[in-house]
């Protein structure tokens, strides 16, 4: 008993440290460090997240210690003392509890107890290892072991996004399936009959969940795009139909050959010491057959054990795909909101659009569309920079972020990707009606505009363009849905197509700056090109200034292509925006 209560005394100790950790991690995780102050400050949240941590921790570590002392050790000293009876019932409750856990929640219990499980013969090695060295870092092995095995199934459990991580679930994955082999090797040449027969029963679990653990790393790992969905519904769909048998059948099937196999093996004289429960078979394909027997218990197991635990992180993936769905289907509903509101300002007001008569002609200037030639990527890009810029210049009060809506109710994965499927369609058709009322506002905008050198179409694509990037980039949009939902008052339509030239200047500059910054760009090369952005009394800026700036900013976060005359990152080539956008004019894709 006093080994067991060392244990017992180790398990909550590596509980605390556990929590300590991982309070630690996510309190600094993300945090982003830019300099002095912002380190100092990650190291008080680390501080302040581990002291949190090693609090609950501790609350854990010791309901661990209390059940481990209540119903762990005694039914180790009842089996040992042959007091069956007892140590069964103690088992049985464990069962229930268990199988209770895997029911609600596979996904998050499944591969906690697989890493507790494979961690804890691993630490169990290393104790019978390094326990007895006289060397304190030997000894510290084992403790450092049991410490990571209690994080990561502490991260398992808590955050459940374990096995999300890219690099640690193969990790995980190919250290525990070692450690499955080496188990059967050592369980094949044991000394009791007993461990021997067992050996290909508990391979094949191990196996068995190990594939359908490797299942829920590549689902959580997936980005899920519209094409995947629909495959993956379709996958789904297929295997429903040919696993349309309840669990307990696949179940059956499976104690039914574990156990023939183990009575094989137990007493190979009656069975003619083959390993399939199939009698009379020659003894030349027992080898053959050893295989096939261990391959079919692992498929029973992975046929019984893979839906449910992955339908959690697939689940889970839908459902984030759907939120994101339906923010897209809310920013649409802010741009079609705010294109209809411009399209019907400058109906009734045509003078008020004679502002943008100057930004037209200067990005025309700056990269002139020759006649009868369609309007350069290029020169929208400008135009939809200078809308940008415009945006930076607004203080229309910040908007009402909607909350993020998410699947109601508990749905299953096919239900879930239905409702990804609606949202799918309601995004497309939302974006369409955003495309016509765009279209709708920068012709009403450029019917106003008498531009003899340029044609029609040209002005109506760098309107298109300019609008798409002052009401698709910047908090307008969000503001227009905050509006329409009646949470605020209409923005002044007046300030969206009115252009202060020196106020445009002044944005422009400084996210010009900020790109060059971003993009690793010599801040002292930025300056010597640009100035620094102050305007001398008596001075006064010039549109074509803004154009320039615009020029370099879309060099700088979306385009790859010559600039003369602008700055350049490292490598001489733009990087690409978050979105993976590349430019260009109007409405995004």
């Not at 996510?26 to 997240?49: K, N, Q």
């Not at 109710?409 to 939302?430: F, I, K, N, Y």
Request: net charge neutral; aromatic share 8%; hydrophobic share 50%.
């Amino acid at each position: 008993m006093d080994e067991s209560a060392d244990v017992g005394g180790d398990l909550g100790l590596y509980v605390t440290a556990a929590g300590g950790l991982l309070g630690a991690a996510h309190a600094a995780g993300s945090r982003e460090i830019a300099g002095f102050g912002d380190a100092a400050l990650t190291v008080l949240a680390m501080v302040a997240g581990a002291f949190a941590g090693l609090l609950l921790g501790l609350l854990v570590g010791v309901a661990v210690v209390v059940i481990h002392t209540v119903a762990v050790a005694p039914a180790v000293g009842w089996w040992r003392r042959r007091m069956f009876g007892r140590a069964a019932l103690v088992i049985v409750a464990w069962s229930l509890v268990i199988t209770l856990l895997l029911r609600w929640w596979p996904d998050r219990f499944l591969p906690a107890f697989l890493i507790a499980g494979f961690g804890g013969w691993s630490v169990f090695l290393a104790r019978r290892r390094f326990g007895e060295s006289a060397h304190l870092g030997a000894q510290a092995v084992p403790h450092l072991g049991g410490v990571a095995v209690a994080t990561l199934v502490g991260e398992q459990l808590v955050f459940g996004n374990l096995l999300s991580t890219t690099y640690v679930g193969p990790v995980l994955l190919l250290f525990m399936t070692w450690l499955s082999w080496c188990g059967w090797r050592a369980m094949r040449t044991a000394r009791r009959v007993t461990v021997r027969a067992a050996a290909d029963i508990v391979w094949s679990v191990q196996l068995g969940l190990l594939l359908s653990l490797a299942l829920v790393w590549l689902a959580g790992v997936l980005s899920l795009t519209p094409t995947q969905v629909t495959a993956t519904r379709a996958v789904l769909e297929r295997a429903q139909s040919l696993t349309a048998v309840h669990w307990a059948y696949w179940l059956t099937a499976y104690t039914a050959i574990a156990v023939s196999s183990y009575l094989v093996l137990r007493w190979p004289q009656r069975f003619g010491e083959v390993r399939l429960p199939v009698f009379g078979v020659l003894n030349t394909g027992k080898r053959t057959l050893a295989g096939v027997n261990i391959g079919l218990m692992v498929a029973l197991v992975f046929t019984i054990t893979a839906v449910p635990v992955s339908e959690g992180a697939w689940k889970r993936q839908v459902e984030e795909r759907y939120a994101l769905e339906t923010r897209h289907i809310q920013h649409a509903e802010g741009e079609e909101a705010a294109y209809e509101q411009i399209h019907q300002y400058v109906t009734t007001n045509r003078r008020v659009a004679a502002h943008l008569k100057p930004l037209v002609v200067a990005v025309h200037e700056a990269a002139p569309t020759e006649p009868g030639q369609p309007v350069a990527d290029g020169t929208l890009a400008i135009a939809r920079q200078l809308g940008r810029f415009q945006a930076a210049t607004l203080h229309l009060g910040d908007p009402r972020q909607a909350p993020l809506t998410v699947l109601s109710g508990d749905p299953d994965v096919s239900e879930a990707l239905a409702a990804l499927d609606e949202a799918q369609q309601a995004r497309s058709q939302q974006e369409t009606r955003s495309g016509r009322f765009a279209d709708a506002a920068a012709a009403a905008v450029a019917s106003t505009l008498d531009i003899p050198d340029i044609g029609r179409s040209e002005v109506v694509h760098i309107v298109k363009a300019y609008l798409g990037g002052l009401v698709e980039e910047g908090r307008v949009r969000d503001l227009f849905h905050s509006w329409a939902r009646g949470e605020s008052v209409r923005p002044a339509m007046v300030r969206l197509v009115s252009i202060d030239v020196p106020t445009l200047y002044a944005a422009a500059y400084d996210l010009a700056r900020r790109a060059a910054v971003r993009a690793g760009v010599d801040v002292w090369a930025f300056n010597a090109t640009y100035g620094l952005g102050l305007t001398m009394p008596g001075e006064s800026r010039q549109l074509s200034e803004v154009v320039i700036l615009a020029r370099q900013t879309h060099h700088l976060t979306d385009g790859s292509g010559p600039c003369p005359g602008c700055v350049h990152p490292p490598g001489g080539a733009g990087t690409q925006t978050g979105d993976g956008t590349s430019g260009g004019g109007g409405r995004r894709g």
